[in-house]
């Protein structure tokens, strides 16, 4: 089993930034795959990005291409989500996500551990 807990929500005013965290434990080194996804009050559970902690790829929805970046730690136990110029539209709680094996990066139901989600407020 993987534990994953995020932190590093809050609020910011637009333009700013902050960087969330999620801290894997347990059977960390399970963990080949993260992502973050978000959920915006009354909209769908919508993909934000993707890594693999193997071989660093990365992988970007278009609304946050060139603003947000994903990492992972040397350690491979705790993955970021650095969010530059944000935006009100990015106001959302946040999640993050791992797994073993993901064969599609930006489909939820590929993830098999989840964090409790962070809010994340940008304000205009």
């Known amino acids: 089993q993987v534990q994953l807990v995020e932190s590093g929500g809050g609020l910011v005013q637009a333009g700013g930034s902050l960087r969330l965290s999620c801290a894997a434990s347990?059977?960390?080194?399970?963990?080949?795959?993260m992502a973050w996804f978000r959920q915006a009050p009354g909209k769908d559970l919508e993909f934000v990005a993707a890594?693999?902690?193997?071989?660093?790829?990365?992988f970007y929805a278009d609304s946050v291409k060139g603003r947000f970046t994903i990492s992972r730690d040397n350690a491979k136990t705790t993955g970021y989500l650095q969010m530059n110029s944000l935006k009100p539209e990015d106001t959302a709680v946040y999640y993050c996500?791992?797994?073993?094996?993901?064969?599609?990066?930006?489909?939820?139901?590929?993830?098999?551990?989840w964090g409790q989600g962070t809010q994340v407020t940008v304000s205009s």
């Open positions: 347990g059977q960390a080194s399970a963990i080949n795959y």
């Open positions: 890594n693999t902690w193997i071989s660093g790829y990365t």
């Open positions: 996500a791992a797994d073993r094996f993901v064969r599609e990066l930006t489909t939820r139901l590929n993830y098999g551990y």
